[in-house]
C-alpha cells in the first residue's frame, strides 16, 4: 500500500498541499505572489507525520518529464485528478473576483431607487408603532395629565342685542316693535331709531339703511325695517309725498321734509350731536350736503307668485342720498344712483369709527302754509339739536 493509503484524512491533505507547492500542480497565479495569502506550516504533532524523503518507494508517485504527480493505483489517480480540479476551480473563482474588483460599479438607476424606497416605506408602515426604532414612547401619561376640554366660543351677539345693552331707551318714547329698536314720541313729534356706523369710507347710495340689506354703501346700519320707520313718521304727523321719476324728464322727489340728527358717545362716554348731513360730503364741492331729505314714501309691489304686497323699501333704501324709485326717504335734489356718478361718501373726520353705536332723531319740518307759524319749544324745533337727556346710558353697562 502507498503512503497516501496509509495516513489519516488530515495527514492526506498536508501531504496534497505541500506537493501542490512543489510541483505547481499545473497552476498558474493570476496574482502577485504579494497578494497571496502565507498560509502556516501545520505544526508536527505526535499524531501527525511529515512528509518523507522520496526514495525508491514512493518516487513513482511524480512524473519526471511532466512534473504531474501520479499514483500507482486507480484510487490514487482518482484522488490526484480530484484535487487537480479543485485547484482549477480556485483559480477560476479567484480571477473573477479580481476582475470584478477592477471593474466600477454602476451606479443605481432611479427606478431602483424608488422600488428600495418603496420596500424601505411599506416595511415600516408595516411595523407596529411600539416597536420601530424612532418611537420615544408618549412623554407623559395622558391618564394622569389629561388636557383641559375645549371652550366652545361664545356666540356671537346680533345687532339687536348688542345696542340694546348700550342705551336706555330715550325717555317719554313708546317703543313701536319688540324685534326693532323703534321708538315715537307723539309729543315731541320725534322719532328714535338705534344702530351704528357701518362705513366711514367709499361710495354712498344710503345714509341708512335697515340691519341685514345695503351696509356696504350705506353710513348707518339700523334695527328696524323701512315700513315700520314709515309708519313711525306717520304717527308723529309726517306726510308723504311721491318718490323720483326718470322717465321722460327727472322729477325730484318730494314730501314733507324731515331734519336727521344722529347721537353717539364716544369711548369717554362723551355725549355728541349732529345734523346728519354733516356726515355726508359732495365728492365736487367738497362740502357737506345741504339739501333736506324729504318722506318721498316709496310704495308696494305686489309679488305674483303668493300674490301678497311687499313694501319696496324694506330692500335697504330707508334714507337714500342717491334717488331710488323705491326710497323712503330721499335727497329733494337730482342724484344719480349710477355706480359711476355717484355723488357723495361720507365726510372723513366727522363720521365715528366703524362699530360706534348711534341714536338716529327724526324730526318732521313744519310745512309752511300762509298762516302764523305753529309755536315750538324747543324740543320740538327740528333745528334745535337734542339735548343728551335723548341717549341715556344702561345702569351697569
Known amino acids: 500500500m502507498t503512503y497516501f493509503a496509509k495516513t489519516s484524512p488530515t495527514v492526506t491533505l498536508v501531504t496534497a498541499l505541500a506537493l501542490a507547492a512543489i510541483v505547481g500542480c499545473g497552476r498558474e497565479s493570476a496574482t ?42 486507480t484510487e490514487e489517480r482518482a484522488s490526484v485528478a480530484a484535487l487537480g480540479r479543485e485547484a482549477a476551480m480556485a483559480d477560476k473563482v479567484e480571477s473573477t473576483a479580481s476582475k470584478a474588483s477592477d471593474e466600477p460599479r454602476p451606479l443605481p438607476t432611479a427606478e431602483e431607487k424608488a422600488k428600495d424606497e418603496d420596500l424601505v416605506k411599506g416595511a415600516a408602515a408595516d411595523k407596529p408603532m411600539a416597536d420601530r426604532e424612532d418611537y420615544a414612547g408618549d412623554a407623559e401619561d395622558s391618564s394622569e395629565d389629561p388636557e383641559p376640554p375645549m371652550e366652545e366660543p361664545e356666540p356671537q351677539m346680533s345687532p339687536a342685542e348688542f345696542l340694546s345693552k348700550q342705551f336706555a331707551p330715550p325717555p317719554g318714547a313708546k317703543r313701536l316693535s319688540q324685534e326693532s329698536l323703534l321708538w315715537v314720541d307723539r309729543e315731541l313729534s320725534r322719532v328714535y331709531i338705534d344702530g351704528y356706523v357701518a362705513i366711514d369710507r367709499g361710495a354712498l347710495e344710503m345714509f341708512a339703511c335697515p340691519v341685514g340689506s345695503k351696509e356696504h354703501e350705506s353710513i348707518v ?20 309725498g311721491t ?29 355728541h350731536v349732529e345734523d346728519a348731513r354733516r356726515w355726508v360730503q359732495d365728492t365736487e364741492t367738497k362740502k357737506s350736503v345741504e339739501a333736506d331729505w324729504v318722506f ?7 309679488d305674483e307668485e303668493d300674490g301678497r304686497e311687499y313694501y319696496r323699501a324694506d330692500g335697504g333704501d330707508m334714507i337714500c342720498v342717491s334717488n331710488f324709485s323705491t326710497a323712503m326717504m330721499d335727497l329733494s335734489l337730482a342724484s344719480s344712483a349710477d355706480a359711476d356718478s355717484l355723488l357723495f361718501r ?18 318732521p319740518i313744519p310745512v309752511p302754509t300762509d298762516g302764523p307759524p305753529p309755536e315750538l319749544t324747543p ?19
Request: hydrophobic share 35%.
Open 346 to 363: 361720507p365726510f372723513e373726520g366727522r363720521v365715528p369709527e366703524r362699530g360706534t353705536p348711534v341714536r338716529l332723531i327724526l324730526v
Open 221 to 240: 346700519a339700523v334695527v328696524a325695517k323701512s315700513s315700520e320707520v314709515h309708519a313711525a313718521l306717520l304717527v308723529v304727523g309726517a306726510k308723504t
Open 379 to 397: 324740543e320740538q324745533d327740528p333745528n334745535v339739536k337734542p339735548k343728551e337727556t335723548v341717549l341715556p346710558v344702561r345702569e351697569g353697562e
Open 32 to 73: 502577485s505572489d504579494s497578494a497571496k495569502p502565507t498560509v502556516p506550516a501545520a505544526e508536527p504533532t505526535a499524531d501527525v507525520q511529515t512528509v518523507p524523503p522520496q526514495n525508491a518507494e514512493n518516487q513513482g508517485n511524480v512524473d519526471g518529464a511532466t512534473g504531474q504527480l501520479t499514483g500507482d493505483t
Open 296 to 302: 318721498a314714501g316709496s310704495g308696494f309691489y305686489k
Open 243 to 271: 318718490t323720483a321719476m326718470f322717465t321722460p324728464n327727472f322729477v325730484p322727489p318730494t314730501g314733507q321734509a324731515i331734519r336727521v340728527w344722529v347721537s353717539w358717545r364716544d369711548k369717554q362716554g362723551k355725549y
